[in-house]
């Protein structure tokens, strides 16, 4: 891996730059206001010239975000599992990877991006179990709310009551609604469109992609407007749609992801929700998640960062035997990536997966152990193992308080039936499974 520049000393000179400003504007010295200016100008000279400076070539076209050239980078793949639609088998795993991604995400919403001792620490003070095997007792601040709507307390088994509001379930949320609204050939345009009209607010490159939509900017230039996250993790937790409304065509949810991911992100943040859906698409058609995750590989560019991390993963996942150890391998290869970037989240995803295999308990509980964004990767996890192993493999203490309620704060859709949802993908995935895609739709271009 490239090495990162040590941004954290930079981050703490800025800082005391600032607490020495207002010291001396106390102190009623005089030339303040001038230093702040003169900083200013440096620092945007800088980070223009840091966006000025060319990508390396030989990297660029190993990376493209063209789906065909995306596609003709890939590996030899199974590119579709299932050829007809076996409704029985794939609502029963629709159940379970619906089920486990809610359960993965619930868990580790009130720890997200907590240092792994200050989890153990919680888990210690409620005389529970870590890695966890349920839901939190108790979690600090538990009246605080998260995106204003759902109260900490709601992420605990004493006081959950339905699955409570997160992004990465809004996302799964809108997916559905993005498909049942313009079919399965939606375009990254139609993707705007329903982000303008259900989203009141977004993160990261999320964020900016809406509010360059909002300004004017065109869909296919949405994630290049100012973003510097455009390889972050957020492309990644939308895939999972994808996935539920292609299931057993891999290639086929991947072309989807790609749509979607390709209004806010490039290269590996692409990369990401191609990967993750075509391994969750896969899922439904295998036995075993690790190899659904291997068929994922099969669906992005073979020399591409992603695909070289994740194939590190599995090559020492024979060593990662529990969350400490996949932690601290991931600080030694990615140190200085930042917490959540697509890259290193994926290698502790699979490790969840390696480390669980079809335990959904242990799959959640270790990839949610592990840190860094940890309500996502462990969301992640559980649509896969869910998938593999059907609402039968899910234990029912991950869903028993879940009350046929998921909550959203997506404009006008603030509650989804759990069961209405389950009707709401299968009649979407038969709509896939029962037709072409029509003369280039697959392609990302408003």
């Known amino acids: 891996m490239a090495r990162y520049p040590q941004t954290r000393?930079?981050?703490?000179?800025?800082?005391?730059?600032?607490?020495?400003?207002?010291?001396?504007?106390?102190?009623?010295?005089r030339g303040v206001l001038r230093a702040a200016a003169r900083l200013e100008r440096q620092v945007r000279a800088a980070t223009a010239g840091l966006r000025a400076l060319p990508p390396e070539p030989r990297q660029a076209a190993r990376e493209p975000d063209a789906?065909?050239?995306?596609?003709?980078?890939?590996?030899?793949?199974?590119?579709?599992?299932?050829?007809?639609?076996?409704?029985?088998?794939?609502?029963?795993?629709?159940?379970?990877?619906l089920l486990a991604r809610c359960a993965g995400c619930t868990l580790g919403a009130p720890?997200?991006?907590?240092?792994?001792?200050r989890m153990a620490a919680l888990a210690a003070a409620n005389g529970q179990e870590f890695p966890?095997?349920?839901?939190?007792?108790?979690?600090?601040?538990?009246?605080?709310?998260?995106?204003?709507?759902?109260?900490?307390?709601?992420?605990?088994r004493p006081g959950m009551a339905g699955v409570p509001v997160d992004d990465d379930l809004a996302y799964t949320l809108l997916g559905l609604l993005i498909a049942e609204e313009y079919g399965p050939e939606f375009t990254t345009a139609d993707v705007a469109a329903a982000w303008l009209r259900f989203l009141p607010y977004a993160c990261t490159a999320e964020d900016v992609a809406l509010r360059n939509l909002k300004a004017g900017v065109a869909p296919e230039r949405a994630a290049v407007v100012d973003n510097p996250y455009s390889q972050w993790i957020g492309a990644d937790i939308r895939a999972d749609p994808w996935g539920y409304l292609a299931p057993g065509?891999?290639?086929?949810?991947?072309?989807?992801?790609?749509?979607?991911?390709f209004l806010s992100h490039r290269r590996q943040g692409i990369y990401?929700?191609?990967?993750f859906a075509a391994a969750i698409s896969a899922a439904f058609a295998l036995d075993d998640p690790v190899e659904a995750v291997r068929v994922g590989l099969t669906e992005i560019p073979r020399d591409c960062a992603l695909a070289r991390a994740v194939r590190w993963a599995l090559r020492q996942a024979p060593q990662i035997t529990d969350f400490r150890a996949a932690r601290a391998a991931v600080d030694r290869r990615f140190a200085g990536m930042h917490p959540v970037h697509t890259i290193?989240?994926?290698c502790l995803t699979v490790w969840g997966l390696t480390i669980g295999g079809r335990d959904v308990t242990r799959v959640l509980g270790e990839t949610v152990a592990m840190g860094l964004d940890n309500d996502c990767t462990a969301a992640t996890a559980g649509s896969l193992v869910g998938a593999v192993v059907g609402k039968a493999g899910v234990p029912s203490h991950w869903y028993d308080r879940f009350d046929d309620?998921?909550?959203?704060?997506?404009?006008?859709?603030?509650?989804?039936?759990?069961?209405?949802?389950?009707?709401r993908f299968g009649r979407q995935a038969r709509r896939v499974h029962g037709r072409e895609p029509a003369c280039g739709a697959e392609e990302g271009r408003a």
């Not at 720890?111 to 001792?117: D, R």
């Not at 065509?249 to 991911?261: Q, T």
């Not at 990401?272 to 990967?275: L, V």
Request: hydrophobic share 40%; net charge positive.
């Open 344 to 346: 290193n989240n994926a």
């Open 405 to 423: 309620t998921v909550h959203s704060y997506l404009i006008g859709r603030r509650r989804f039936g759990i069961r209405a949802l389950i009707r």
């Open 9 to 29: 000393v930079l981050h703490q000179l800025v800082e005391q730059f600032g607490l020495y400003a207002q010291l001396q504007t106390e102190y009623g010295a």
């Open 111 to 117: 720890v997200e991006g907590w240092p792994v001792e």
């Open 272 to 275: 990401g929700a191609m990967f």
């Open 132 to 156: 966890p095997v349920d839901y939190w007792r108790s979690v600090p601040d538990d009246e605080e709310k998260r995106y204003a709507l759902s109260p900490r307390a709601a992420y605990t």
């Open 249 to 261: 065509w891999p290639e086929r949810a991947a072309a989807m992801a790609y749509r979607d991911a």
């Open 67 to 97: 789906l065909a050239a995306i596609q003709a980078l890939r590996p030899r793949g199974p590119r579709r599992l299932w050829r007809t639609l076996p409704a029985a088998r794939y609502t029963e795993r629709l159940e379970g990877a």
